[in-house]
């Protein structure tokens, strides 16, 4: 390793104030003397470096001296890991992480560590915050073969500070390898990717998702010593993705050490073959797709207004088949009905795909999973994704669909085709169900159709994993749509083995494997507590600056808790929960010739000011705030209820009880 010179000149005056200090030279002096008089006065022999070194050594001068100047490499090791910015300029809201780890030795693991990022030449005029101050920061998601990790966050800089290490273990699905440590040439026909996402968290807490890398990790099985060091140059995404956004340095390792590497021949020919083998699939699905296409304007020249989407373009702009977005996703024990499931995907956050300039124009952006659960927020079409890969989970026959909704706004949302026929629609924004009841238009006049009650107006064509199809029928209003899917004079399928080979995960596949979900990290309680001290904090300011002063009622604040569980169960299970004990617990706890009035509402985030902001601009909810009269008593209850993901539903009430003088 070699230092600049104003670097060794630095550290040889540390070294020397140190030997200053412990009086080495004295001590030396003194050694000399000693050895001299017991060795040379007999012979008076030559006296060499090595003999000095040998008597200091033996005395422990030069330990002494080690174990003095270990300060010196540890200062060296701080300023070199906390580098861009010390960590005491961003709080770690993460739970802390163990720094060892039991592995097994009968299995095989890949050792990732990311050693610090450079490049990022958005941050390079990022503003030195102040120490203590909260800023934004990176936080890395890794994914592979069904294992999540996540690093610690570090604050945004033009060189982040990342220094993780994830050990991902390499196994076999298939029956019988599970117990078998896998050797390199089992490994090189393992071609799941390591996948990454960047994600980026400011001040407020909001994410956004600022990369998204497949690492071809196989290329350690060919690596000198099993150690393969890789520059990734991470993209942007969306409209930014053919654009550098930063560089991670990245070692990766195998435990236990390989026996035998590979050569570099026999990996380069397999990920080539791999390539060759995946474009030809493609190749031939477009060539059918191009076919389909032309047959269906056939039918109808109408048909090319209608939407019918065969590709979707991901968050690095590559063109997918959009049945590649939905795979059989089974939530374990973190979901329990198909309804639970609607209301998780519901509460992740809803924000459309940036679009740079005006116009009003839609950006095209399909999120893989793991980008989407990373960032905790996404377009329609990454919520009805979910909710369809959910439902398909839960045993239901589901697709998405494509259509519009008022104004002719392009939307998806996702529907399930009941064993009896019943057709229902579910609405991924909201978790709304509504039962689809079609208007025959050859009725006579009289006949009373049924008036529908969903928002959307016109269909274009439905997808699953494993079937296409688009509609043919005269018109693709949904009303009078018929959803008989067998009959190819309303619904013309594409072929299901050309979908099955460029949709199925495979040895040979682009499509990304799904990750599992995660269980919520937030701690309901905790965070409730958290957010009604704040609104209490902000009402209570905001009453101050109206002139108005604040007297908080903790018992009626207490008393809004069933009505917030019950809103809560009522869209969660669709069966409306009694309110009668809320009621009558209220009736008690207001006085005869009081007056009460409650607010509730809902939000999908956790930012008591944002949330407050928002309910001051319901009337409703003012009024309450700002209630003048007579013994005028105040209350708010907040409740969390947490989901997959860290994903949550924050209902918040704002109640106040005052003697009414009219």
């Given amino acids: 390793m070699s230092l600049p010179p104003e670097k060794a000149s630095e550290l040889k005056q540390i070294i020397h104030q140190q030997l200053v200090k412990m009086d080495v030279h004295g001590r030396i002096r003194e050694v000399l003397a000693e050895t001299i008089r017991e060795e040379l006065a007999p012979e008076h022999q030559q006296l060499s470096t090595e003999d000095l070194i040998k008597a200091l050594r033996q005395r422990g001068i030069i330990d002494d001296v080690m174990k003095e100047l270990k300060f010196v490499t540890d200062v060296n090791e701080k300023e070199r890991t906390s580098a861009p910015k010390p960590s005491t300029h961003f709080v770690d809201r993460e739970p802390p992480v163990l720094q060892k780890t039991n592995i097994d030795p009968t299995r095989r693991y890949l050792y990732l560590q990311v050693l610090g990022g450079k490049a990022f030449l958005e941050h390079l005029q990022e503003p030195e915050p102040l120490p203590g101050q909260i800023c934004s920061t990176f936080t890395l998601c890794l994914h592979f073969r069904n294992q999540r990790f996540r690093s610690k966050p570090v604050p945004c800089a033009c060189e982040p500070d990342f220094h993780d290490g994830f050990l991902l273990e390499v196994h076999k699905d298939s029956l019988g390898d599970g117990s078998k440590m896998v050797d390199a040439t089992t490994m090189l026909s393992i071609c799941d990717p390591v996948h990454m996402v960047l994600i980026k968290t400011d001040t407020f807490g909001e994410t956004t998702l600022v990369a998204s890398y497949f690492l071809e990790w196989r290329s350690v099985l060919a690596a000198e010593n099993g150690i393969a060091n890789v520059a990734v140059e991470l993209l942007g995404v969306g409209t930014e993705s053919k654009v550098s956004v930063g560089i991670l340095n990245i070692r990766l390792e ?378 005028v008593r105040l209350a708010v209850r907040v409740r969390v209820f947490t989901y997959p993901e860290s994903a949550c539903a924050v209902w918040i009430m704002f109640a106040c009880k005052y003697r009414s003088v009219l």
């Fill in 254 to 631: 195998m435990y236990p050490q390989l026996n035998k590497t590979l050569s570099p021949e026999i990996t380069n020919t397999q990920f080539a073959l791999e390539r060759q083998k995946t474009a030809e699939k493609e190749r031939l699905f477009l060539v059918y797709a191009k076919q389909w296409w032309r047959e269906y304007l056939q039918i109808r020249p109408t048909h090319n207004v209608r939407l019918v989407k065969i590709f979707a373009q991901d968050e690095n702009g590559v063109n997918r088949p959009v049945c590649s977005y939905i795979r059989p996703l089974r939530a374990g024990r973190l979901l329990d009905t198909p309804r639970q499931a609607a209301r998780f995907v519901s509460v992740l956050g809803y924000e459309r795909a940036p679009v740079i300039g005006g116009g009003g124009g839609k950006q095209e952006q399909w999120c893989t999973l793991l980008a989407f659960l990373c960032r905790n927020k996404g377009d329609c079409e990454d919520h009805a994704n979910l909710l369809c890969s959910l439902l398909l989970g839960f045993g239901l026959e589901a697709f998405v669909c494509v259509g519009t909704k008022a104004k002719g706004v392009p939307h998806t949302w996702v529907m399930t085709c009941g064993t009896d026929g019943t057709i229902t629609f579910w609405e991924s924004l909201t978790g709304h169900r509504y039962i689809h009841r079609p208007i025959n238009p050859d009725d006579p006049p009289l006949v009373e159709q049924p008036k529908p009650l969903y928002p959307y107006r016109t269909i274009g064509c439905i997808f699953n994993h494993q079937k296409f199809l688009g509609n043919c029928q005269p018109s693709d209003a949904v009303e009078v749509c018929v959803f008989h899917l067998h009959d190819e004079s309303k619904w013309k399928p594409m072929s299901g083995e050309a979908i099955k080979s460029v949709c199925s995960p495979g040895t040979t596949s682009s499509v990304p494997p799904f990750p599992p979900l995660c269980a919520s990290t937030i701690d309901a309680a905790v965070t409730s507590n958290e957010i009604e001290l704040q609104l209490r904090i902000l009402v209570s300011e905001h009453r101050k600056d109206l002139g108005l002063s604040t007297v908080w009622d903790d018992h009626l604040s207490y008393l809004l808790s069933p009505a917030l569980a019950a809103y809560e169960l009522e869209l969660t299970t669709s069966i409306s929960a009694g309110n009668e004990e809320f009621q009558d617990a209220v009736r008690r706890a207001v006085p005869d010739g009081h007056t009460f009035k409650g607010f509730p509402i809902h939000f999908v985030y956790r930012n008591a000011r944002r949330a407050f902001a928002t309910c001051l601009r319901s009337p409703f909810c003012e009024e309450i705030i700002c209630c003048r009269g007579d013994q």
